[in-house]
């Protein structure tokens, strides 16, 4: 029996997340998993109604689920970042989820903007760390000294023109934000791409940077990269700056397996990762701790354009489920899903965004009908 908190969140959120568990049911029945679903309200509606995002009573009750199932938040009505920062990045940090495990994998029959490239060129892991980087919210808004002087002169005259203290609130003009690289933060993540490579029998491991500019954060990284890469013989390594990378995504996908990077990079190299692989309505992703609470997400965002349409595609969302599956230990039970995902998309049955006239809850069923099919075998 696996306890497991749900958040349906924003736009089209609570229609992918009832697919994902009618799905994440199904293979359940077959595999004799049981579960028992705890909702949780979190998103725009909650915060507008409560002024909440996250209260510290509701992250100790989560804390005590075997893992956290999240659809996702945004919306139009709340300023951009509340809700980001207050829920899921929040559960991020709270729960020390530093591995964010991006599986880029183009399934037969889908159609990906590369020309000529086949399911088997299109198969890597991107292993984001999900803790560090610019992600840490260090940083401030700031007078410049010169900006003080050139203040100073004109304050009299707008203080007597609109009666405001431009010295004051507001007049910040210069901004910085500080990322972060710790040796420790920087070697579980990239102990974990190489265990993971082990694990997939994948022969190379990539690591991303910019460490020919930000010298500091990233020379760090590369260093422990050089260091845990010693200890894992037969696996090859490489670095690759962060700009050249998005090249190399485009142009020749099946020299990647394994790819570990720092958050930032990470976040905008996974939205190519998720266009190669055929669209973002087929990306998930795990928020991992291994020692600890993890949490399972589609890559995409709530798209409230689309929200109750029957539009949205859940396979990312379902694909989510799978990887937490296998997180909790349920390796068969994850295999199913995935294998039920391929032959469903395969046979057709898909949703527009991926060229075809299905409905989300079209697709859903489908994948759970298939989940129970292949179970019986
Ligand atoms: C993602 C998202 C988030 C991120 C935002 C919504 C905070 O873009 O999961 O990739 O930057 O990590
Ligand atoms: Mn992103």
Not at 189 to 210: G, H, N, P
């Amino acid at each position: 029996m696996y306890r497991i908190a749900v958040i349906p969140g924003d736009g089209v959120g609570p229609e992918v997340m009832q697919e994902g568990i009618k799905v994440l049911e199904a293979a359940g029945e077959a595999a004799n998993i049981d579960f028992e679903w705890v909702r949780y309200p979190f998103g725009a509606e909650h915060y507008l109604a409560t002024g909440e995002t996250l209260s510290e009573d509701s992250l100790k009750e989560l804390s005590r689920c075997d893992a956290i199932y999240l659809a996702a938040v945004g919306d139009p009505r709340v300023k951009p970042g509340i809700l980001e920062q207050g829920i899921l990045l929040r559960l991020r940090f709270y729960f020390d989820q530093y591995v964010n495990l991006r599986p880029v994998r183009l399934y037969p029959g889908i159609p990906t903007p590369l020309k000529d490239k086949k399911p088997e060129d299109i198969n890597f892991f991107v292993v984001r760390e999900n803790t560090e980087d610019f992600y840490v919210g260090v940083g401030a808004r700031v007078t410049s000294a010169r900006q003080r002087e050139e203040l100073e002169v004109k304050r009299e005259l707008y203080e007597l023109k609109f009666g405001v203290d431009i010295t004051k609130e507001g007049s910040e003009e210069v901004a910085f934000q500080i990322g972060v690289i710790s040796r420790e933060g920087a070697e579980r993540v990239i102990r974990y791409a190489f265990e993971l490579a082990k694990r997939e029998r994948m022969e190379r491991v990539t690591s991303v940077d910019k460490a020919n500019v930000l010298t500091h954060v990233y020379s760090l990284w590369r260093e422990v990269f050089e260091e845990v890469a010693k200890e894992y013989e037969g696996i090859e390594t490489e670095h690759n700056y962060v700009d050249a990378i998005t090249m190399y995504f485009l142009s020749m996908p099946e020299h990647f397996r394994v790819v570990v990077t720092p958050n930032m990079f990470g976040d905008i190299i996974t939205d190519l990762g998720a266009q190669i692989q055929g669209g973002i309505g087929l990306a998930p992703s795990g928020n991992i701790n291994p020692e600890g609470v993890s949490m399972f997400e589609p890559v995409h965002g709530s798209a409230p354009n689309l929200k109750g349409k029957g539009l949205a595609n859940p396979v990312a969302q379902i694909l989510a489920g799978a990887l937490m599956l296998r997180e909790l230990g349920e390796g068969e039970a994850a295999k199913l899903v995935e294998q039920a995902v391929a032959e469903t998309l395969r046979e057709g049955v898909r949703t527009p965004d991926i060229g075809g006239s299905a409905s989300t809850e079209q697709v859903g069923s489908a994948i759970a009908e298939k989940v129970k099919a292949l179970a019986e075998g």
